[in-house]
């Protein structure tokens, strides 16, 4: 450490002590750990201890499949970037995480291909939340920490209280075709007899 020295006008003399620099190399690279996890992206190095961590941009893909993208930041991904988590199951979730759970505003893709859209807090979905099926039906829903249901105001009950309408009406006129057709066939019956 460098040391200062300073005179004052009242003829006192002032050492101050220079901090120590800290040299931090940044880069970009492909690291390939043991465990046969990789990361791909931007890193640092703190040339004092020569620690490395992830710092910006990168790619992490662990051995069982599992990939984030996302901005790093001292080897965790950035609380205030949004980041994707590619599962080897074929679901994945975007949005903001916090400590390693999805945390804020974001979206899940299940393997079916149904997207879960809505707020997290600790991995679980609260507050109103829109579900998309695989067949491009939107469901709306409210959830509480670990609970959530959906409104029977949903299209897909609208449609099926519809299709029952509908279904009720052909029963229902086919029904009474059938009785006239009956009783007419019954007035002939009775009128030969």
Request: net charge negative.
């Amino acid at each position: 450490m460098k040391e200062m020295t300073e005179h004052s006008e009242s003829g006192t003399t002032v050492t101050k002590k220079q901090a120590k620099e800290v040299t931090i190399v940044q880069d970009e690279g492909f690291f390939c750990h043991d465990t046969g996890d990789t990361y791909n992206g931007f890193f640092e190095v703190k040339k004092k201890d020569k620690t490395v961590k992830m710092n910006g941009p990168g790619t992490y893909r662990t051995a069982e499949g599992d990939t984030y993208v996302g901005v790093w930041d001292g080897d965790k991904l950035s609380v205030n970037e949004e980041a994707t988590i590619f599962y080897s199951d074929g679901s994945r979730y975007e949005g903001f995480l916090k400590d390693w759970c999805y945390c804020g505003l974001g979206k899940y893709y299940y393997p079916d291909g149904s997207v879960l859209q809505c707020e997290f807090i600790d991995n679980s979905p609260v507050g109103n939340l829109t579900l998309t099926d695989p067949n491009g039906h939107i469901w709306l829903g409210k959830a509480e920490q670990g609970y959530c249901w959906y409104e029977p105001v949903n299209h897909y009950y609208d449609m099926l209280e519809k299709a029952k309408e509908i279904q009720n009406k052909r029963q229902h006129k086919s029904a009474v075709n059938k009785e006239e057709h009956c009783d007419s066939s019954t007035a002939s019956s009775i009128k030969f007899k």
